[in-house]
């Protein structure tokens, strides 16, 4: 069963930066691309940036160009994101995301930017 286990949200200031780590399990991970979503209190859930399968071409949306960077790790099953130059309104609760037939989730987890 598919299984996806975001880690490394937080507090931080204004300018600070935070690596979010997302584990897979129960499907073949160099397969698929992945994705990384985000949901602040009161909004809908939005994509964030999206990695191919093998890692060689990444989208981003645009109100974080230039300050983060998804990357993963195919023999490590893992998908990343650098967030630099965090903003107060980056604050949300991040979500990896894989889309196969269905989309699957994980837990999420809390980014907070606040000083």
């Known amino acids: 069963q598919v299984q996806l286990v975001e880690s490394g949200g937080g507090l931080v200031q204004p300018g600070g930066s935070l690596r979010l780590s997302c584990a897979a399990s129960?499907?073949?991970?160099?397969?698929?691309?992945m994705n990384w979503y985000r949901q602040a209190a009161g909004k809908e859930r939005e994509l964030v940036a999206t990695?191919?399968?093998?890692?060689?071409?990444?989208n981003y949306a645009d109100f974080v160009k230039g300050r983060f960077t998804i990357s993963r790790n195919n023999a490590q099953n893992t998908v990343y994101l650098q967030m630099n130059n965090l903003k107060p309104e980056d604050t949300a609760v991040y979500y990896c995301n894989v889309r196969r037939t269905n989309d699957y989730w994980g837990q999420g987890t809390q980014v907070t930017v606040s000083s």
């Open positions: 990695i191919t399968s093998t890692g060689g071409s990444t």
């Open positions: 129960g499907f073949t991970f160099r397969f698929y691309a």
